[in-house]
């Protein structure tokens, strides 16, 4: 079983920038990869990004790429989420889990308990 914790998250201003961190430990790195997900209240939950922890695969939503960049440290078994350009639509509560990283991003049960990102003026 792996754990998951996150951190990083605050209120920003729109256009500023957060950097998100996923802290996984527990079974080695190197048989899963990492996503990140977000969360309004009463919405569906939303995939941004994934990366894998054995040779840093990615894939970014349309809705993050250019602004969000997935990367690993392999050594500190983490997971960070910088997060430029921020927008108001950015505002969720976001998590990391560990999933399956392809064409189809599939979570596989190990969830952290999520950081809040309130974008705002």
């Known amino acids: 079983q792996v754990q998951l914790v996150e951190s990083g998250g605050g209120l920003v201003q729109p256009g500023g920038s957060l950097r998100l961190s996923c802290a996984a430990s527990g079974s080695s790195p190197d048989y899963y990869a990492i996503g990140w997900f977000r969360q309004v209240s009463g919405k569906e939950r939303e995939e941004i990004s994934c990366?894998?922890?054995?040779?840093?695969?990615?894939t970014y939503a349309d809705s993050v790429k250019d602004r969000f960049t997935i990367s690993r440290d392999a050594a500190q078994n983490t997971v960070y989420l910088q997060m430029n350009s921020l927008k108001p639509d950015d505002t969720a509560m976001y998590y990391c889990?560990?999933?399956?990283?392809?064409?189809?991003?599939?979570?596989?049960?190990?969830w952290g308990q999520g950081t809040q990102v309130t974008v705002s003026s």
């Open positions: 889990a560990t999933v399956m990283c392809g064409s189809v991003v599939v979570p596989l049960g190990s």
């Open positions: 990366i894998s922890f054995s040779d840093g695969w990615t």
